[in-house]
């Protein structure tokens, strides 16, 4: 029998169910499993010192030339984590959350500025995460390795990691208005542009066009409609450029404006064109090589154009405001109930949250207690039921220094009067600019 199996599958038959972590590392992950993602022995090393994240199980990246990684543990591609057998890694146990704690910090290390990918397995389970600057997020569910699914598994792994999209989708959402969702799009996008990224922002609002118009763009009638219900139509025809002259540049970034006859698009009808949740997602991947950041302004409900615009991301940044319970409740409905939705029908991990910050109010140190206070509970409550929301409102809390930071972006009138020029407040105000990069470098840019 052992003659028909392949070697990831060989591999996986003889390691004993309480594999230690040096025997998965050496019998399975660099005996086969990084074989079969395409490295070769002089394109791994073991033990590697990510730069302040702690030592990883291995780095790996293809050779360049006569350049070995071996020899000049320079610029790695992948980071593989690995634990023993016994260590549960299934999702949404203690341990996984530690795991992918450890490699997100590994990740985020000095000397893994170029890395795109970081693995944890132990043999029993394996999950593929993906790095776009600060952001990391799953490529993969959480997926169980058997004899019969491994090879399948690994060569949806190795796919993803010889195919990366170059874009990160964020959808800008909370299912409470008025807390600045258009306003943090259109100067992410401005700042992010002004870095030399390139950008697109996509106006899904489309109760109020609030983006389309902040920006001075007409709105479309039926272009984003015929995109959303036409399968061979192409949303590249609704793009827009954007253009600001700067004293030292022309600085630009892509928009998508609204269309004025999706308010037309009910349930109903969505349901009678056969439309389904993936339909944003689908129009965008020929668009994902094209742009560094893909943001969508999205409408404060959960019809199903809201669920379009979420299903299509692949993180999801959450706008709240420190005096509005309202919004900090419906920050923490969002990441329970929402997302998950929506995970379970794209089974590819994702969306994820993003931390919350608070957006758009000035706040006082008392002010700032009172809400935390009050996101005490909301946690408390997530608690309830076995829902851990501390990572997604207080992000730099560990058990050793209990810190309650959430970042902010205060009101000034430079940013909100900006919409009456149609040009974003990062380019006016210097303020509003020194807020919005102190944002992208904290959430965005490693």
């Known amino acids: 029998m052992s003659a028909t199996l392949s070697p990831l599958q060989s591999a996986l038959s003889i390691l004993p169910p309480n594999a230690s972590e040096a025997t998965v590392r050496d019998h399975f992950v660099r005996a086969e499993l990084l074989p079969a993602l395409?490295?070769?022995?002089?394109?791994?090393?073991?033990?590697?010192?990510?730069?302040?994240?702690?030592?990883?199980?291995?780095?790996?990246?293809k050779n360049l030339g006569d350049t070995l990684f071996l020899h000049d543990l320079k610029n790695p591609l992948l980071l593989i984590e690995v634990k023993g057998r016994d260590y549960n890694i299934a999702q949404h146990t203690r341990q996984y959350r530690s795991v992918t704690d450890q490699l997100k910090r590994?990740?985020?290390?000095?000397?893994?500025?170029?890395?795109?990918?970081?693995?944890i397995t132990n043999a029993n389970h394996i999950q593929l995460f993906r790095k776009h600057g600060k952001v990391i997020f799953p490529a993969t569910p959480c997926l169980e390795i058997t004899i019969e699914n491994v090879d399948e598994i690994v060569r949806l792994i190795k796919h993803k990691i010889d195919h990366p999209h170059r874009a990160l989708t964020v959808t800008i959402y909370n299912n409470k208005g008025g807390i600045g969702k258009t306003t943090t799009a259109i100067n992410l996008a401005g700042i992010l542009a002004a870095l030399d990224k390139r950008?697109?922002?996509?106006?899904?609002?489309?109760n109020q066009h609030d983006l389309t118009t902040a920006l001075g763009k007409k709105v479309h009638e039926g272009v984003i409609v015929s995109c959303l219900t036409d399968r061979d139509a192409d949303l590249e025809l609704a793009i827009v450029p954007y253009s600001f002259p700067s004293k030292k540049k022309t600085i630009t970034f892509d928009v998508i404006p609204g269309d004025?006859?999706?308010?037309?698009?009910?349930?109903?009808?969505?349901?009678?064109?056969?439309?389904?949740?993936?339909?944003?997602?689908?129009?965008?991947?020929?668009l994902k090589n094209k742009y560094d950041y893909i943001f969508i302004d999205a409408s404060p409900n959960w019809r199903s154009n809201t669920q379009f615009a979420v299903y299509a991301a692949d993180v999801v940044l959450i706008p709240t405001k420190h005096n509005s319970l309202f919004s900090l409740e419906n920050a923490a409905l969002v990441i329970k109930n929402f997302l998950p939705q929506i995970q379970k029908l794209k089974n590819d991990g994702t969306p994820v949250a993003l931390p919350i910050f608070f957006n758009g109010e000035n706040i006082t140190d008392a002010k700032r207690e009172v809400a935390i206070k009050e996101i005490e509970r909301i946690i408390e409550d997530g608690y309830k039921e076995k829902i851990d929301l501390r990572p997604y409102f207080f992000p730099k809390w560990t058990n050793s220094k209990r810190d309650n930071y959430i970042h902010c972006i205060p009101n000034y009138a430079g940013i909100a009067s900006a919409h009456f020029s149609h040009v974003p407040a990062v380019y006016t105000n210097r303020v509003a600019l020194e807020h919005y990069h102190s944002f992208v470098k904290e959430y965005f840019l490693q």
């Open 106 to 119: 590994q990740l985020l290390g000095a000397n893994c500025y170029s890395v795109q990918w970081g693995i």
């Open 38 to 61: 395409g490295f070769d022995s002089t394109e791994i090393v073991a033990e590697y010192d990510t730069g302040g994240g702690g030592i990883t199980d291995f780095a790996t990246r």
């Open 199 to 206: 950008v697109l922002v996509i106006d899904f609002d489309f």
């Open 260 to 286: 004025v006859q999706m308010v037309n698009l009910d349930e109903v009808k969505l349901r009678q064109e056969a439309v389904h949740l993936d339909v944003l997602h689908k129009k965008l991947i020929p």
